[in-house]
């Protein structure tokens, strides 16, 4: 009886690979990140001290709103940096790409796109 050949991991080389595309994310997603928070304290310190009070309280709202948006994209931001930090202990333990819900390999092309993804599209699509 012969024994079906299933791919139950990714190879070391395939690994390698997802490893170089993540660690080109993470420094990427963490330059954005510092764009990002210089951004949000340059707000802190631009003082309207020298312009009229209605300029000065409409210009205040939009601040608020701008702290608010940045402080989101902040959190959005960490949030990925450690979902990708994640994958990358993922590769070290060689569990990387296999499905937390089906614990099949996720596609090749899937995780080009999302490298931190832990579920195959056919766990998201039964999610629905």
Not at 12 to 29: C, R, T
Not at 46 to 58: L, V, Y
Not at 96 to 122: F, N, W
Request: charge should be neutral; glycine fraction near 4%.
């Amino acid at each position: 009886m012969e024994k079906e050949n299933v791919q139950v991991r990714y190879s070391d080389a395939d690994l390698a690979e997802f490893k170089e595309i993540i660690l080109k994310k993470i420094e990427k997603a963490q330059a954005d990140l510092d764009l990002i928070k210089s951004a949000y304290m340059n707000d802190l310190n631009n003082g309207t001290d020298d312009t009229s009070p209605t300029f000065k309280a409409f210009e205040e709202g939009s601040e608020t709103l701008s702290k608010e948006a940045n402080s989101q994209l902040a959190t959005r931001q960490e949030k990925f940096l450690r979902d990708l930090r994640n994958a990358l202990v993922r590769i070290e333990n060689k569990t990387y790409g296999i499905c937390r819900v089906t614990g099949k390999l996720i596609e090749k092309d899937r995780l080009k796109l999302v490298p931190h993804a832990t579920m195959s599209m056919e766990a998201k699509l039964q999610q629905r």
